[in-house]
């Protein structure tokens, strides 16, 4: 008579999970590992241009804040330049043009401040509005999240924005639109991010 075989169940499949911030940004997690914490530093003092601060929240499906999410922002310089031998062109000293920023623990808002971006020339597609781009990782998230942050006073060149213009919907199109305002005489820019439901924001295969 055959043996009987008890087969293992399969594991269930892991996400960023709670180790995100400890592997990415020990420092928020209150882990003194780096003489100088990663990502924080995104223009750095030499860059030229309108300085400003973006903040926001990612949202989940029900709703609600999430409150462990990390993101990693990528730009240009005013001038349109990135930090990249095929960026464009030069950028100031100390000017990196990434940064990585997570939410707050207890109230899930994230927020960094940067200088406004130029328009940029894209690859094959024309010029580009001025725009940020953002990486999201988040427990429950199997695949980081690839979007952009566009700005409402850039209307014009928002129009002409060849990504932009592939979304079909105009309505959806604005999930990708930051609002302007000012606090204390500075340009902030809100801009949260909705993982699913309506208004959903509109994410890219990159």
Same mark, same amino acid.
């Given at each position: 008579?055959?043996?009987?075989?008890?087969?293992?169940?399969?594991?269930?499949?892991?996400?960023? /999970? $709670?180790?995100?911030?400890?592997?990415?940004?020990? %420092?928020?997690?209150?882990? @003194?590992?780096?003489?100088? =914490?990663? #990502?924080?530093?995104?223009?750095?003092?030499?860059?030229?241009?309108?300085?400003?601060?973006?903040?926001?929240?990612?949202?989940?499906?029900?709703?609600?804040?999430?409150?462990?999410?990390?993101?990693?922002?990528?730009?240009?310089?005013?001038?349109?330049?990135?930090?990249?031998?095929?960026?464009? /062109? $030069?950028?100031?000293?100390?000017?990196?043009?990434? %940064?990585?920023?997570?939410? @707050?623990?207890?109230?899930? =808002?994230? #927020?960094?401040?940067?200088?406004?971006?130029?328009?940029?020339?894209?690859?094959?597609?024309?010029?580009?509005?001025?725009?940020?781009?953002?990486?999201?990782?988040?427990?429950?998230?199997?695949?980081?999240?690839?979007?952009?942050?566009?700005?409402?006073?850039?209307?014009?060149?928002?129009?002409?924005? $060849?990504?932009?213009?592939?979304?079909?919907?105009?309505?959806?199109?604005?999930?990708?639109?930051?609002?302007?305002?000012?606090?204390?005489?500075?340009?902030?820019?809100?801009?949260?991010?909705?993982?699913?439901?309506?208004?959903?924001?509109?994410?890219?295969?990159?």
């Amino acid at each position: 008579m055959p043996q009987k075989i008890d087969y293992l169940k399969e594991s269930p499949s892991q996400t960023a /999970g $709670p180790y995100v911030h400890i592997g990415l940004a020990p %420092g928020a997690a209150g882990f @003194d590992i780096y003489r100088r =914490e990663l #990502g924080w530093d995104i223009a750095g003092p030499n860059a030229a241009g309108e300085r400003i601060r973006v903040e926001g929240v990612v949202i989940d499906g029900m709703g609600a804040p999430i409150k462990d999410v990390m993101l990693e922002v990528w730009q240009a310089n005013a001038q349109g330049h990135y930090a990249h031998p095929e960026g464009g /062109g $030069p950028v100031e000293d100390g000017f990196r043009g990434w %940064g990585r920023v997570i939410t @707050d623990f207890n109230t899930g =808002e994230w #927020g960094f401040d940067t200088i406004k971006p130029g328009c940029t020339r894209g690859r094959n597609v024309g010029t580009q509005a001025p725009h940020l781009n953002l990486w999201i990782v988040a427990r429950g998230i199997n695949i980081g999240l690839n979007t952009r942050m566009y700005f409402s006073d850039e209307a014009e060149a928002n129009a002409a924005d $060849p990504v932009l213009r592939l979304i079909e919907w105009e309505n959806r199109r604005g999930t990708l639109i930051a609002q302007r305002s000012e606090r204390d005489g500075k340009p902030v820019y809100r801009f949260d991010i909705k993982l699913q439901g309506e208004d959903e924001t509109v994410f890219f295969d990159v």
